[in-house]
């Protein structure tokens, strides 16, 4: 026969053990073991592992000793929504053939209907029951090598998983110890075991009440094996890209079904990582221009002396190494749309002639003589406060007010946390299957440390640890995620985005500016307090685009 065998359930019960001495007599052992109830304590037992993990069926068969009679039953399943729990043996049974084959079993093991009758030729059968189970699991209760009978788990449709298996170790663990105390007892005061069947109420109830504080906190423990299920709520991601179901997300979906078909300039505001992109990208996909290209530009990552040429092209010869004509983004974005992220990082003297493009809807390349029409719907991101840019001069506020015609604020992912099991399966199936491995999914206690994290860098820093860990995954299930170290960051402030050497650049040259009054050159001047010739200074502050007004 070919055995389910669980490798941890082997490794535990590696050694055959000696049967039990005659610990149940068969006249006198029947229903209560030691002042509690054996069929009362199989329900608690049914109640709890029924909800965990879709029992059926649960039975406690013990033996005699010489491991040749049943000399006690006690089934229970769910039947009408109530748990009844019955007896099925009435006085020593003798083995059956399949019985006499589950009491040699020396470690907990799954078997099929179809295993049993590939040998045997039927399927086991459960005392007196009417169902024919069609999913075994066979656990030996046992305690210091002695072997009192088997926890057994019945299904009609599906096998056990591996994580009930163990779990229900644990559970026939905790009984064979009340056996091994009772017999203690019986030894130490010539105690006989009774013969009622509602004996010893209060012990009974101690008993349960162990048992189900014991349960918890195999429950809990569990946490770790147990594989996570992400509920599913259809029809709330209405972007195909853009995963969430949280409140916050919702209300982005709602703004985007309002203005996508529009052609109205949007500015999508949030912090780095939230996804800005596939904003812009939803919004050009559900408007009027979808079949046009959408054009991407990056401010932050131009130098400011390309930016001109980059978004409205150049003649041939317009410049030093300018040895052929070419077309600027906004012209290859006619008639359809163009994302100027990181808008806030834009110079503040291509901020003026991005403003004439806007107004007049015409570019002029560099060297060229005539202007070009343009019709290019403008979709603009930032992580920055534009309007305290406005205010400290590094912005235009005219510009500002062009661009925010439609905000758009995306939430950050410490603000949904709600999407973040949703978000993290996504991202698992997705490296899973780009790297050709086979996972399950996230155990319950990987998910609540996802869900209890800062994540500073929002759903991008999600997809990046979330692609580690399958790469860096040993099994088929994510058990443990090995959280980012934030000591580093715990003198920063994580409710802006971390600053770029050019922005750490331009921002501590504006507050000398501003500690000096404006002024550049002389004693008290900003030149003298930053070590840099003026000559050098003026440059810098050209260059990264501070205002005038802040300089004498």
């Known amino acids: 026969m070919k055995n389910k065998e669980h490798a941890l359930s082997k490794e535990i019960y590696s050694k055959k053990k000696p049967i039990a001495e005659d610990f149940f007599s068969e006249n006198k052992f029947r229903v209560a073991v030691a002042g509690f109830n054996l069929s009362e304590l199989l329900e608690g037992i049914y109640a709890k592992l029924n909800p965990l993990f879709a029992v059926d069926c649960i039975a406690i068969v013990l033996y005699d000793a010489r491991l040749s009679h049943i000399v006690d039953s006690h089934v229970c399943g769910m039947i009408s929504g109530s748990i009844p729990c019955s007896s099925s043996v009435v006085g020593p049974v003798d083995f059956s053939e399949i019985t006499k084959e589950i009491s040699r079993l020396d470690f907990p093991i799954l078997r099929s209907r179809e295993e049993w009758e590939e040998v045997f030729g039927q399927n086991h059968r459960i005392g007196n029951h009417d169902a024919e189970y069609q999913f075994h699991g066979y656990i030996p209760i046992e305690t210091n ?11 009609l449709e599906r096998q056990l998983s591996t994580e009930g298996l163990t779990f229900c170790c644990n559970v026939a663990e905790f009984i064979a110890g009340l056996f091994s105390v009772t017999e203690k007892k019986g030894k130490e005061t010539s105690w ?28 809990s423990s569990l946490e770790e094996f147990h594989l996570f299920e992400v509920e599913k ?27 996508s078909p529009t052609d109205s300039t949007v500015l999508i505001l949030g912090e780095t990582g939230t996804g800005k992109e596939l904003i812009a990208r939803a919004i050009h996909h559900a408007s009027g221009r979808a079949s046009e290209k959408l054009i991407k530009v990056n401010c932050a990552a131009i130098p400011p002396n390309l930016i001109e040429s980059e978004l409205f092209g150049h003649e041939k010869g317009a410049f030093t190494g300018a040895t052929e004509k070419r077309v600027g983004k906004f012209e290859l974005a006619d008639k359809g749309t163009i994302f100027l992220d990181e808008i806030g990082e834009l110079p503040l003297e291509l901020q003026v002639k991005l403003l004439r493009v806007l107004q007049e809807k015409e570019v002029e390349p560099i060297g060229g003589k005539k202007t070009i029409r343009t019709d290019v719907r403008v979709i603009s991101a930032t992580n920055r406060n534009l309007l305290s840019e406005v205010e400290a001069g590094r912005f235009r506020q005219d ?36 790297s050709n ?8 206690r990987a998910i609540t440390m996802l869900v209890n994290y800062s994540w500073p860098g929002n759903v991008r820093e999600l997809e990046h640890l979330i692609e580690r860990h399958v790469v860096m995954s040993q099994g088929r299930l994510i058990n443990r995620i090995e959280i980012p170290d934030q000591s580093n960051f715990s003198n920063q402030d994580h409710n802006g985005p971390v600053k770029t050497i050019f922005e750490n650049e331009r921002d501590h040259i504006f507050a000398v500016l501003e500690l000096c009054n404006g002024r550049i050159s002389g004693k008290n001047g900003a030149a003298k307090l930053l070590g840099v010739p003026a000559t050098t200074l003026n440059s810098k502050i050209k260059r990264l685009g501070l205002a005038k007004k802040h300089t004498i």
């Open 192 to 219: 006989q075991p009774v013969l009622h069947p509602h004996s010893g109420g209060d012990c009974h109830q101690e008993k349960v009440q162990q048992l189900e504080a014991e349960i918890e906190r195999l429950k």
């Open 437 to 444: 491995r086979v996972l399950e999914g996230f155990s319950k």
């Open 399 to 434: 510009l500002f007010y062009r661009l925010n015609v439609f905000p758009l604020t995306v939430p950050s992912l410490r603000e949904r946390r709600t999407d973040i099991p949703l978000l993290a399966t996504h991202f698992l199936k997705k490296f899973a299957a780009k």
């Open 145 to 155: 090598g002695r072997i009192y009978g088997t926890f057994e788990l019945h299904n």
């Open 233 to 259: 709520i259809p029809g709330l991601n209405t972007h195909e890209e853009i995963i969430g179901h949280s409140e916050q997300m919702r209300s982005v979906f709602s703004l985007l079904s309002k203005i």
